[in-house]
């Protein structure tokens, strides 16, 4: 036996009607919900943030529809607290301690053991994080080993907690290098809202440490992530669809 809101619609006069809309409707919220190319790209860089400091629970900014902040984890952390800067004179804007990537565009130093963060600032739409250009920041040493530092981004999201860890090169002939570096797995496929970037630094015996030595410090660039519409989204144009099949419907009657 046929259901019976599909009975009344094939038997109405209006069956015509209400099905392209209701086909239509379907199909729309369909499309949006399997379509990966719907996905929108956009590059976390510092373009436009040339030459600022960095300072705990002092300074944040907003770039290319993110929010961004760096912040200290020390228990003796106070307000104002240098964390970082935004690096476009690599050769000229460090210290004599602090060899820094020399590059054509503004990056992001986080420095003394800092943590960048990030969120979606006004959509809070999740989002994929899929590659990004990294180098260890510290002193150009001959017995640097060749895995100076490491990176580890913390992401969450209604998914979970997931944390990703990649290498940091030693400094080659030019110093410490940008390096291109992409997300794999599990990482690489899940929704996030926000993460987190900080930064190991590693001796000789391959011992890497965190949060205790203000060494580790890291350059960040040109982070790659790809917004995904809610599925609240998928909905509301499907229910917005239909809404416009039922208008039709009281118009014919």
């Known amino acids: 036996m046929q259901d019976d809101f599909v009975s009344t619609v094939v038997q109405s006069p209006l069956h015509r009607v209400l099905s392209r809309y209701i086909k239509a409707a379907l199909a729309g919220s369909l499309a949006l919900a399997i379509l990966p190319a719907a996905h929108a790209n956009t590059t976390i860089d510092f373009n436009n943030l040339a030459g600022a400091a960095m300072y705990n629970g002092e300074t944040s900014y907003v770039n290319n529809g993110f929010y961004i902040e760096n912040f200290s984890t020390s228990a003796f952390a106070q307000p104002g607290d240098y964390v ?26 986080a420095v003394n053991d800092s943590v960048m ?28 080993p060749s895995v100076t530092g490491l990176l580890k981004i913390q992401a969450s999201g209604a998914f979970g907690t997931q944390t990703a860890t990649f290498n940091l090169g030693a400094p080659g002939a030019n110093g410490f290098e940008f390096a291109n570096y992409t997300t794999s797995g599990a990482f690489s496929t899940t929704l996030f809202s926000e993460f987190y970037v900080y930064g190991y630094a590693c001796n000789a015996g391959g011992s890497c440490t965190a949060f205790n030595s203000d060494r580790g410090q890291f350059a960040i660039d040109n982070i790659l992530t790809s917004a995904v519409p809610e599925p609240s989204s998928w909905m509301m144009l499907g229910a917005g669809l239909l809404g416009l099949a039922a208008a039709a419907r009281r118009r014919k009657a």
């Not at 800067?85 to 460090?94: F, H, K, L, P, T």
């Not at 600032?121 to 040493?141: E, T």
């Open 84 to 109: 970082g800067m935004i690096v476009d004179d690599g050769a000229n804007q460090c210290a004599l301690s602090l060899q820094c990537p020399i590059t054509n565009s503004p990056y992001l130093a």
């Open 117 to 144: 963060y990030a969120t979606r600032n006004q959509d809070h739409q999740s989002f994929l994080i899929k590659s990004f250009q990294a180098a260890f920041l510290g002193p150009v040493d001959p017995t640097n």
